[in-house]
């Protein structure tokens, strides 16, 4: 998911002592990285409910050339979390087909707004709305 391999991971081989140093740091960094990004929100530009944000980001992420909309949006949530974001909105995912001869793929591309959401306050109107729901259609 990164763009750039760091410097110091660019090897093929390594010594214990610099496997345990470097590969090793970077390593658990990446994986917390990574589950931090799996439990990024997610809210398309038509949601119509309220998204309880606390903090946005200056300017969109995107991410183009994925392989299917999962992966967009797992690039999209490691791009935020990486910078210290939980949530995306505003988000936008597009596919195109892409055609050369007797050969076509699709290619998917993703942009969105990271923030900071409040998680709490997200539970608690979700909590009310199912609980709404419940009563209303009896």
């Given amino acids: 998911m990164l763009p750039e391999k760091p410097a110091g991971l660019c090897h093929d081989k390594y010594c214990p002592r610099c496997h345990d140093e470097h590969i090793e740091t970077a390593l658990t960094t990446y994986n917390e990285i ?7 929100g997610y809210w398309a530009k038509g949601y119509r409910g309220h998204v309880p944000v606390l ?3 200056r300017f969109d992420i995107s991410v183009e050339n994925g392989l299917d909309r999962d992966d967009v949006l797992l690039r999209l949530g490691f791009k935020a979390a990486q910078a210290g974001f939980n949530g995306l909105i505003q988000g ?11 050969y076509q793929k699709m290619t998917w591309s993703a942009s969105a707004l990271p923030c900071m959401v409040d998680d709490e306050k997200l539970a608690r109107e979700e ?6 729901r419940i009563l209303h259609h009896r």
């Fill in 34 to 40: 990574m589950e931090r990004a799996k439990n990024v």
């Fill in 55 to 57: 903090k946005k980001a």
């Fill in 92 to 102: 936008e995912v597009t596919s195109a087909k892409v055609r050369n001869f007797g």
């Fill in 127 to 132: 909590y009310r709305e199912a609980h709404w």
